[in-house]
């Protein structure tokens, strides 16, 4: 694809939230063009190596089901190396399966994928409404025309085209810590000290301020390592960025040192992979027509047009260097759907990290669980506002409906 192109509905962003988006909407029938930078879908998922899939549930209960928790509970039956069992906290996948999962669900929909394709501006037909997107490519500049765009790039790369308002570092408390993910191999699970010596054997030999974060991969063997971290510095930054990706590898080997070198079990320990893509937790928040806050998720609150519900913790990450802040809730609260559009453009919507949130909301709904939700919700509302082209004018009822005809909880 080089030459200028044209579809009902444009997702930009195909981490697990644009993914989602992409095939609820073209599950009711638009026309759907999905489009990513890397060569997979997943996002953070897969190219970040980020597992596992949280939070879906509290106290045992789920509080997020839907087309996500049944794309989980297949993988994880499908072969035993896939994915672990489902459950209200959520499975740790293996990466390459989950890749092919979502893409053949996406094209099983309708989909139509464009890879290897960065999106890098926007264009106007009048103040509040978009005409086309401009991506690049090794083909050169080509332009992308939809009815309705869905903004899953996590960082809100399109609302900021598009002239959105959003928090970022600059004005909030700064980003939360980066970290280059990875999986370390070929370790006796039958040998290892449980958790808590562990942690003391880190705590002796510790290389850094993060705590003992193994998340076990279904593959006997194989966990994926959640311990690099840096802070202070700015996601969107290509200069950052790159210091973060070298820091964050340095660190990567001196923990397999450690491991190797004191951890029962870890002596012939390797590293698998490191991520092909930095995992970056908070940039660009957007203020939408709702700003998420603490309080209401700390409060449960219920909104009248709740089109998700999460029950994730709050959990910053140190920013420039503050401690973390992590705290359980009591119970869950319901998202919005004006969290996911904005004042300025009537067809736009965002889904994923970048809602309009505030720093702690952030925190807890940018996991992937509420990725899952958020997603299916902004595919369904995309596809009801081609009746009118206006994302802000549609039937909160009909999209509260469609939801819950896909086991959606509201
Ligand atoms: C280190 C780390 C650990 C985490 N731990 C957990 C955890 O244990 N459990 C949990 O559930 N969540 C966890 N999270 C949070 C979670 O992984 C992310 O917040 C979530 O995956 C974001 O999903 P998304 O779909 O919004 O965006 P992403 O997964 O980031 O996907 C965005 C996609 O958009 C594409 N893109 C971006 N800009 C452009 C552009 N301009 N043009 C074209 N394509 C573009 C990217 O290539 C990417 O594929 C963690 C995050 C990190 C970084």
Redesign the pocket.
């Known amino acids: 694809m080089s030459k200028d192109v044209k579809f009902d509905i444009v997702v930009?962003?195909?981490?697990?939230?644009?993914?989602m988006a992409a095939i609820a909407s073209a599950r009711q029938g638009s026309k759907t063009l999905l489009?990513?930078?890397?060569g997979a879908?997943?996002?953070?998922?897969t190219?970040?190596l980020?597992?596992?899939?949280?939070?879906w549930g509290i106290n045992d209960s789920y509080v997020i089901s839907g087309t996500g928790k049944k794309i989980l509970e297949n993988m994880a039956s499908k072969h035993d190396q896939a994915a672990t069992a489902m459950s209200t906290y959520?499975p740790t996948c293996d990466a390459e399966y989950l890749k092919k999962e979502l893409e053949d669900i996406a094209i099983e929909n309708g989909v139509s994928l464009l890879y290897h394709?960065?999106?890098?501006s926007v264009e106007m037909k009048s103040t509040d409404v978009i005409s086309h997107i401009t991506?690049f490519s090794k083909n050169g500049d080509f332009n992308i025309y939809g009815k309705v765009f869905i903004d899953?790039?996590?960082?809100g790369?399109i609302c900021a085209f598009a002239g959105v308002p959003f928090e970022s570092s600059e004005d909030s408390e700064g980003q939360q810590a980066?970290?280059l993910?990875m999986i370390v191999s070929g370790i006796d699970q039958d040998r290892i000290l449980d958790r808590e010596k562990m942690q003391e054997i880190w705590d002796k030999h510790r290389v850094n301020s993060r705590q003992l974060t193994l998340?076990w991969h279904p593959r006997k063997g194989s966990t994926y390592v959640?311990m690099t971290s840096i802070s202070s510095l700015n996601g969107l930054d290509p200069t950052d960025l790159t210091k973060a990706t070298i820091e964050c590898r340095k660190q990567a080997w001196d923990i397999l040192d450690v491991f190797r070198n004191y951890m029962p079990g870890f002596e012939n320990a390797y590293i698998e992979q490191t991520a092909p893509?930095l995992?970056?937790?908070e940039t660009r928040r957007i203020k939408g027509q709702y700003i998420l806050s603490a309080d209401d998720i700390l409060s449960g609150r219920e909104f009248n047009d709740s089109i998700a519900r999460a029950s994730?913790p709050i959990d910053i990450h140190p920013r420039n260097n503050e401690p973390a802040v992590y705290q359980v809730l009591k119970k869950s609260y319901s998202i919005p759907y004006r969290a996911l559009i904005t004042n300025e453009i009537s067809n736009l919507i965002a889904?994923?990290?970048?809602i309009s949130t505030d720093q702690e909301a952030h925190s807890s709904v940018?996991?992937?669980?509420p990725?899952f939700a958020l997603?299916e919700a902004a595919g369904i509302a995309a596809a009801l506002a081609l009746e009118n082209n206006d994302v802000r004018n549609i039937s909160i009822n009909q999209l509260q409906t469609i939801l819950k005809s896909y086991n959606g909880i509201i």
Not at 117 to 120: P, Q
Not at 366 to 369: D, T
């Open positions: 930009i962003g195909g981490g697990i939230s644009g993914t489009i990513d930078r890397y879908l997943g996002g953070m998922a190219s970040g980020v597992q596992p899939i949280t939070t959520g394709t960065w999106v890098r991506a899953a790039t996590a960082d790369d980066m970290t993910m998340f959640n893509t995992g970056i937790r994730c889904t994923g990290r970048c940018r996991r992937m669980g990725g997603g």
